[in-house]
């Protein structure tokens, strides 16, 4: 460890300003680009087709019954947010209700409890009843499971690993850190086709995914790897490489390959390995291009590499690294959708 940071320190003596001059031209280009999220009438690229089946196979009684609970399951999670916890216990009692009534048919009942109980995990994730979470989540994946066997909902093979993506968050909030990194590398894995099935369901094979648009899988890679940089953020390089590792396990990585499932979750893959590899020249070589392209789709992926480079910045005395620094502290009070985990990390 030591002999890596002196090669370190003789690799920086030798860095020149223009590196980081180029850098600071490609972030002001990048940061002024918009979000390009691309919703549609009902959300995201797996929530509008996804409800737009389910207008199509209910009743209108029963359609607008589930989004009245759809509305109920929100207010439930804005009171957790804001940390009223009793106000949304009352409301996820009041929308458990229904589950019993026979006003609605199965099929309804499915569609409303496997959200219910994701939303709800996430008051016990906030309370800190971990095994609450495991046990909602397990009860929603088989619940997806009836829906996709039985009533052909082929797309909640991407609410299952949403699912699955969450349990990877509660075991990073737990600390264990590197079983939260198995369950990513298990996921991207099982996305990109190294992976055939699910560990914890051997019977989910991936002929399902066969007929998810590509947007739904490229959105639904970018956000586990979106978690994998919040869990990374303002580690120290050898801690961050190590979990870096796990979570690439199961991953090939196609530097310029047009049949990747996101291309520029692999882009963030690339230069991540380089800042954890003390390569800082890579890293600001790969920083700039990924700056100037924006934060797209896939803002915390921009906002993490930002931090990441004011850690390197930090340790250069030029006028361009402390123009950056400057910049971004400005910036950074105007970022959209940014965890305050990341906000926290810049100063």
Request: glycine share 4%.
């Amino acid at each position: 460890m030591l002999k890596t940071k002196l090669s370190e320190c003789k690799i920086e003596n030798l860095i020149d300003c223009k590196y980081f001059d180029e850098v600071l031209k490609q972030y002001r280009i990048g940061r002024v680009k918009p979000l390009e999220l691309n919703l549609q009438k009902y959300g995201d690229s797996f929530t509008h087709p996804l409800f737009t089946k389910i207008e199509s196979r209910l009743s209108y009684f029963e359609w607008s019954h589930f989004l009245q609970l759809g509305n109920i399951r929100e207010n439930a999670l804005t009171a957790v947010r804001r940390g009223e916890f009793d106000t949304a216990e009352r409301l996820f009692t009041e929308a458990r209700v229904p589950l019993k009534s026979k006003l609605l048919s199965f099929e309804c009942k499915l569609l409303h409890e496997t959200f219910l109980e994701q939303a709800q995990a996430y008051l016990d994730y906030c309370k800190g009843n971990f095994e609450a979470v495991y046990s909602r989540m397990f009860d929603a994946i088989s619940i997806d499971m009836i829906l996709e066997q039985e009533y052909n909902y082929d797309i909640m093979v991407i609410h299952r690993i949403q699912l699955l993506q969450n349990l990877m968050r509660t075991e990073a909030r737990s600390g264990c850190l590197e079983r939260a990194m198995e369950i990513a590398s298990t996921l991207l894995g099982y996305l990109q086709g190294t992976i055939k099935n699910l560990c914890l369901f051997d019977s989910c094979g991936r002929e399902s995914l066969n007929y998810q648009p590509k947007e739904v899988l490229a959105d639904t890679f970018a956000a586990i790897t979106s978690e994998i940089a919040l869990i990374l953020a303002g580690k120290e390089a050898q801690s961050a490489n190590h979990l870096l590792a796990i979570a690439l396990e199961n991953l090939q990585l196609p530097f310029a390959n047009n049949s990747c499932v996101h291309q520029q979750s692999y882009e963030w893959i690339v230069l991540k390995q380089a800042i954890v590899n003390y390569n800082t020249v890579s890293f600001l070589e790969k920083t700039a291009g990924f700056l100037a392209l924006g934060r797209g789709g896939t803002p915390l992926l921009w906002y993490a590499t930002v931090i990441d480079l004011l850690a390197v910045c930090k340790r250069f005395d030029f006028v361009s690294t402390k123009l950056i620094v400057q910049e971004v502290r400005q910036d950074a009070e105007k970022w959209e959708l940014c965890s305050k985990r990341l906000l926290a990390l810049i100063d």
